[in-house]
Every structure is written in structure tokens, then in C-alpha cells.
């Protein structure tokens, strides 16, 4: 299988999962925005240059693209379908409602793991 259609497949699992979870439930299209973050994760956080820099800076570029995808998910199925998948209006220093501080440093925090799943699927000197 591609590295990026495992890592998808992976993503698109684990990203309803953890929402379950979390917050007891979730939503079709968690599963897609998992499925791109995870390969996203990779390829931003585990290339040769990311891998030089210090862990903080590492887990902050991932947490900035799952909360970018987040944000675009959000805008899509809450703002214009109107599906009220979340809403993040009444957390602190909040986008919208789409996005969050204290989920993006959240995120920050799920990125080691997520590095590390990454490239024990993808093998460790590969990006």
C-alpha cells in the first residue's frame, strides 16, 4: 500500500476515535480531516530539515497544520452546511468557534505520538 494511503487509512481511524473518546461522539467527516492531517503530520514534522530542530518546534508545526485543517473542516460543515459538528465559540481565545488555542496546544501534545506512529510506518530515515 502507498505511505500516504496507510497513513490516511490510519489518520481516518484514529481521528473519530480519539473524538469518540473525548467527547463521546463524532462525525463522518472527522474521519477525512484525520485522514489528511496524519499524512500531513509526516511529511511537515518528520522530513530531514524538521528533524534537526528541537521537538517543541516540531510539535507546534504539526499542531498549526491539524488546527489549519481543522479550521477549513469547520468553516465548511459548521459555517456553510450548518451540520453543528462543534463549536468552540465559548473557549478561550476561539477562531469562529472553529478553532481554539487550547485544542491547537492539545494537538502540539498528540503530534509525539503521532510522529512517532508515522515513522514506524513510513521507517525511520524516510520522510
Given at each position: 500500500?502507498?505511505?500516504?494511503?496507510?497513513?490516511?487509512?490510519?489518520?481516518?481511524?484514529?481521528?473519530?476515535?480519539?473524538?469518540?473518546?473525548?467527547?463521546?461522539?463524532?462525525?463522518?467527516?472527522?474521519?477525512?480531516?484525520?485522514?489528511?492531517?496524519?499524512?500531513?503530520?509526516?511529511?511537515?514534522?518528520?522530513?530531514?530539515?524538521?528533524?534537526?530542530?528541537?521537538?517543541?518546534?516540531?510539535?507546534?508545526?504539526?499542531?498549526?497544520?491539524?488546527?489549519?485543517?481543522?479550521?477549513?473542516?469547520?468553516?465548511?460543515f459548521?459555517?456553510?452546511?450548518?451540520?453543528?459538528?462543534?463549536?468552540?465559540?465559548?473557549?478561550?481565545?476561539?477562531?469562529?468557534?472553529?478553532?481554539?488555542?487550547?485544542?491547537t496546544?492539545?494537538?502540539?501534545?498528540?503530534?509525539?505520538?503521532?510522529?512517532?506512529?508515522?515513522?514506524?510506518?513510513?521507517?525511520?530515515?524516510?520522510?
Open positions: 500500500m502507498p505511505k500516504n494511503a496507510a497513513l490516511f487509512l490510519t489518520g481516518s481511524t484514529l481521528y473519530p476515535l480519539l473524538e469518540i473518546l473525548w467527547r463521546g461522539h463524532t462525525h463522518p467527516s472527522m474521519a477525512a480531516a484525520g485522514g489528511i492531517c496524519l499524512p500531513i503530520i509526516h511529511r511537515v514534522c518528520n522530513n530531514k530539515k524538521m528533524r534537526r530542530r528541537p521537538m517543541a518546534q516540531r510539535c507546534l508545526a504539526g499542531a498549526l497544520s491539524i488546527t489549519a485543517v481543522e479550521f477549513c473542516f469547520g468553516v465548511v459548521n459555517l456553510v452546511l450548518r451540520r453543528n459538528v462543534w463549536d468552540y465559540s465559548k473557549m478561550p481565545l476561539n477562531l469562529l468557534g472553529q478553532v481554539c488555542l487550547p485544542y496546544l492539545l494537538w502540539g501534545v498528540l503530534c509525539l505520538p503521532a510522529m512517532g506512529l508515522c515513522q514506524r510506518m513510513q521507517g525511520k530515515n524516510r520522510p
